[in-house]
């Protein structure tokens, strides 16, 4: 290309900026093109739209881009560009310092307005300080849509005197009451300016160390799973999401993490259906949204507790065996292990093992929440700051839970919800040939058949562990 036909080229592509009207939407947490609020607005007011995806390299360098969920991002990727593709457009991605490309972006494409999903986490609120003050320095605007990430915007229903909700079921209530924003459909069109340039899309393909198990993301499985969800499992939720065996859980939480599903979309088509499995299915929702409201207004309760017990907890070094055979799934405990089994291979656990590896690594082995937390951000999918944070402090015992000292027993639970055995034999190969509910208390078996089996023994005693906890607790 000589000089002459540069300078023709550059001064035709700043003549189709002047000319066309661009505004940017950011995606973040929100890899969806139906019911997106930015989206919508940002066709609404413009001529033309850069839907961009930043790879921030803030979120590598704190460690929240571990294999699986890069994996499910890539996905997530590849279907959202298919989609925006269906419709004329495409999806620009680039890589580095957010706040540096999104700006670089906005001056490509002589977009003065920015359009973005609200978050609650302390980086989101970061985020949105710094990208609004950078684009005010250049004249440019920045528009945060709420209800995007959550049904009910975090700060929406607040008690008298308080910022937020420290109990759930009185948060319900007020979160019933309100009326939810009205579902978007996904635009007909969108029209995207040509020489804004995109990073290629990232890939699963050669990424180690990925769940062998992992799903696939993207809006597509997300809508399809929903819809399936629907005809043949929302109904009975009540009676059977606990039974470990039985599968019967949405699953959605990992399209839900990464947006790929609307919760306000969910919550309406939930509550058209008049029964006891929906209505429990829209409490679960409820539950997503009560932890991002607290999320909003505690920001250090991402890594801070709550509400603190004065704990103790057995140092790192102290618990280092314990600890590696939790996140091994070796600790004698056959539910225990059978669910941190589930993590290892699929990257998701079922809600009820969720709750059993929590406690019996906080108030069986005494060990630190954030040491587990920190192992489930490492494997999950569906690895979700404000739900999973505040999780691990309501079963630990430092976060909104009434019953703060509550010890979940892995034998008993494992008879009252895998009663017949088969979640452990799924998920522990060793105890195939232990028939019925034997399969929870294997020490319980002849020696010889304990050996051959090769299942390890218990860290402990349950009833050891309840009195080290009740001690640290200053309870007995």
Same mark, same amino acid.
């Given at each position: ?15 189709a ?46 460690g929240f881009?571990?294999?699986? $969920? ?8 590849a279907?959202l560009? $298919?989609r ?8 620009v991605?680039?890589?580095?310092d ?23 986490s302390? =980086? ?20 945060? *849509? /709420? ?9 929406e ?39 804004v ?37 929302i ?10 065996? /039985? ?21 309406? +088509? ?17 539950w997503? /949204?009560? *932890?991002h409201q ?14 603190? $017990? ?41 809600n009820?093992?969720?709750?059993l ?12 929440? +954030? ?30 839970d ?20 088969a =979640?452990?034999? +799924? ?25 051959? *089996? ?8 349950l ?7 009740? $001690? ?5």
């Amino acid at each position: 290309m000589n000089a002459s036909t540069h300078l023709s080229t550059r001064a035709s592509t700043e003549a189709a900026k002047a000319s066309v009207n661009t505004s940017v939407v950011l995606f973040t947490s929100d890899l969806r093109v139906h019911d997106h609020p930015p989206l919508r607005a940002a066709l609404a007011g413009a001529d033309a739209v850069v839907p961009l995806f930043v790879l921030d390299r803030a979120i590598e360098d704190i460690g929240f881009a571990g294999p699986n $969920r890069r994996a499910f991002l890539a996905d997530c990727l590849a279907d959202l560009d $298919r989609r925006l593709r269906d419709r004329g457009g495409r999806l620009v991605v680039r890589g580095g310092d957010l706040v540096e490309q999104v700006c670089d972006v906005m001056a490509d494409a002589g977009a003065a307005d920015l359009h973005l999903a609200a978050g609650v986490s302390r =980086y989101a609120h970061d985020r949105e300080r710094r990208l609004r003050e950078a684009l005010a320095a250049d004249g440019r605007r920045l528009h945060v *849509h /709420d209800a995007v990430i959550t049904a009910l915007p975090p700060g929406e229903a607040t008690p008298a005197g308080s910022d937020h909700f420290a109990v759930f079921t009185p948060y319900f209530r007020r979160w019933s009451g309100h009326a939810l924003r009205a579902v978007l459909g996904a635009p007909r069109t969108v029209r995207v300016p040509d020489h804004v340039h995109s990073l290629p899309l990232p890939a699963r393909e050669g990424l180690t160390g990925l769940s062998p198990g992992l799903p696939r993301g993207g809006e597509s499985e997300g809508r399809a799973r929903w819809n399936a969800w629907l005809r043949d499992g929302i109904d009975r939720y009540g009676e059977r999401h606990d039974l470990l065996a /039985d599968d019967a859980t949405s699953k959605l939480s990992p399209h839900l993490h990464f947006g790929t599903l609307s919760p306000v979309e969910l919550v309406h +088509r939930a509550r058209a259906r008049p029964t006891p499995g929906a209505e429990d299915f829209v409490r679960q929702l409820c539950w997503r /949204d009560f *932890h991002h409201q607290v999320l909003a207004a505690r920001p250090r309760t991402a890594t801070a507790d709550y509400r603190t $017990r004065g704990d103790r907890w057995r140092s790192p070094e102290s618990a280092a065996e314990d600890i590696r055979a939790w996140r091994e799934g070796r600790t004698g405990y056959p539910v225990v292990d059978a669910a941190m089994r589930q993590l290892l291979h699929e990257g998701w656990m079922h809600n009820r093992g969720r709750l059993l590896t929590a406690s019996f690594l906080t108030k069986t082995l005494y060990v630190d929440w +954030r040491v587990g937390a920190r192992h489930f951000q490492r494997l999950l999918i569906d690895g979700d700051l404000a739900n999973k944070q505040l999780n691990w402090q309501r079963i630990a015992g430092t976060g909104t839970d009434s019953r703060p000292n509550r010890v979940l027993n892995p034998v008993l639970q494992g008879k009252r919800y895998d009663p017949d055995g088969a =979640y452990v034999r +799924r998920w522990v190969p060793e105890l195939r040939e232990v028939r019925g509910a034997a399969v929870h208390e294997p020490w319980r078996l002849p020696a010889e058949e304990r050996a051959r *089996h090769g299942y390890p023994e218990p860290l402990l005693e349950l009833a050891e562990g309840l009195r080290r906890f009740k $001690r640290a607790r200053g309870l007995d």
